[in-house]
């Protein structure tokens, strides 16, 4: 695939994890219980999301480095 469609690919992937966690939280925002968990949840990913960003970047960086 070219990148460009691999980015639109994870552009749509992106905006539809977003609307699903956007209406989770719309039907969780009135149950303080539920809304904890919801929480937790959305949470965990990201942190795990963010490292592997990190590492990415970092692995594209010095792979450009050495040529």
Same mark, same amino acid.
């Given at each position: 695939?070219?990148?460009?469609?691999?980015?639109? @690919?994870? !552009?749509?992937?992106?905006?539809?994890? $977003?609307? *699903?966690?956007?209406?989770?939280?719309?039907? =969780?925002?009135?149950?303080?219980?539920?809304?904890?968990?919801? @929480?937790? !949840?959305?949470?965990?990913?990201?942190? $795990?999301? *963010?490292?592997?960003?990190?590492?990415?970047? =970092?692995?594209?960086?010095?792979?450009?480095?050495?040529?």
């Amino acid at each position: 695939m070219e990148q460009r469609n691999v980015a639109y @690919c994870v !552009l749509g992937g992106t905006y539809g994890i $977003l609307g *699903l966690i956007l209406s989770s939280f719309l039907y =969780a925002r009135d149950d303080s219980t539920l809304l904890y968990y919801w @929480c937790w !949840l959305l949470l965990c990913p990201v942190m $795990l999301w *963010l490292w592997v960003v990190r590492a990415w970047s =970092a692995f594209e960086m010095f792979r450009n480095i050495k040529r």
